[in-house]
């Protein structure tokens, strides 16, 4: 979101990740997994140090990468992960064994619409990461909102879709679609009474939603 010069000048002050994680976002440029953005899966596991997340549930697996991420920032905390799709379920499994965080990982196979009864099991949860089928990001918090702790957080992905909510003229009707869907989405989270959100241009857009407190 920032102009490329700075852009490229913050990534190049990034650490390099370890040889697993390099390999894993090798695999997914190769096979164009969507894996989230660099300086936008910096800027989560700062929040989540900063929050100390020990309980997360991550909607959208692909090959583990974030999870691995996740596991590998915050060495106490255990990270409960649902993925639908079977060749990524199969690499993720791969690359999570591969590496020294598979205790701290459970995958949960499935529609993370339609696997609420085994992600209730392990609730609750410090933090929902939600990063899986756009069209469906209001499903996925409605659904799994119950499950966060009072002073829980939950960060969703993408809600920039490359610039494109900011857009009058889209071509192509499928994309129209998905950006008026995220665009309602961060309407409705941002005027939603049990959260103060706020939406950062950072990666492809980060919205940071914190619970105001006590359920009624
Ligand atoms: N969080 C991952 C990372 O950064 O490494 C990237 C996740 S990728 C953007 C989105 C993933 O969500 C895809 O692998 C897709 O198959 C999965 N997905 C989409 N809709 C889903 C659903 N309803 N249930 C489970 N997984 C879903």
Known sequence: MLNEKLHSYIEG?????????????????????????LSGIETMLQLLRIHRSDRILEVGTAIGYSALRMANALPHAHIVTIERDLERIEAAEQFIQRSEHS?????????????????KEHALFD????????GQYKKFFEM?????????????????FKGLVAEQEIETKRIRNLVKKIDEFNHWLMSHPDYDSVILPVGDGVAISKRRGERK
Do not use: C, W
């Not at 370890?18 to 390999?23: A, R, S």
């Open 13 to 37: 002050l990034i650490s390099e990740r370890n040889p697993l994680l390099t390999e894993m976002e090798n695999y997914a440029s190769v096979h164009h997994v969507p894996i989230m953005e």
């Open 103 to 119: 205790h701290q990982i459970t995958l949960i196979k499935g529609d993370a619409l339609e696997v609420e009864d085994i992600v």
């Open 127 to 134: 933090a929902i990461f939600i990063d899986a089928a756009k």
């Open 144 to 160: 799994y909102a119950k499950y966060l702790k009072d002073d829980g957080m939950i960060i969703t992905d993408n809600v920039l």
